[in-house]
Nanobody
Framework: QVQVVESGGGLVQAGGSLRLSCAAS?????MGWFRQAPGKEREFAAAIRWTGASTSYADGVKGRFTISRDNAENTVYLQMNSLKPEDTAVYYC???????????????????WGQGTQVTVSS
């Protein structure tokens, strides 16, 4: 069983930046970030494969968010720049140990989830 713990959420003004961290307690093949705004379904934001460090981004965050990893710490980061009020959501980190040849973008592809961290962007 892999445990996933997020940190780094908070309140920021529009145009500002935040960095989220996600630490996994065991070996994973990919980790991703999803987000859920009030009254909306959870949606994919970004993900990274451990092998080759391939990444994938949702269209709405591409060019503003960057996902990266620290192999030694088994940790993934989500650097969020140029934040907009519509980025306000609970951000969830997810991990999977299933080997894949692609970067998984669907929530069903992930086996382990964190409890979420709130990101609020004020206008």
């Amino acid at each position: 069983q892999v445990q996933v713990v997020e940190s780094g959420g908070g309140l920021v003004q529009a145009g500002g930046s935040l960095r989220l961290s996600c630490a996994a307690s065991g070996r994973t093949s990919a980790m991703g970030w999803f987000r859920q705004a009030p009254g909306k379904e959870r949606e994919f934001a970004a993900a990274i494969r451990w092998t080759g460090a391939s990444t994938s981004y949702a269209d709405g965050v591409k060019g503003r968010f960057t996902i990266s990893r620290d192999n030694a710490e088994n940790t993934v980061y989500l650097q969020m720049n140029s934040l907009k009020p519509e980025d306000t959501a609970v951000y969830y980190c997810a991990a999977t140990s299933t080997p894949r040849t692609f970067v998984p973008r669907t929530s069903s592809s992930y086996d382990y989830w964190g409890q979420g961290t709130q990101v609020t962007v004020s206008s």
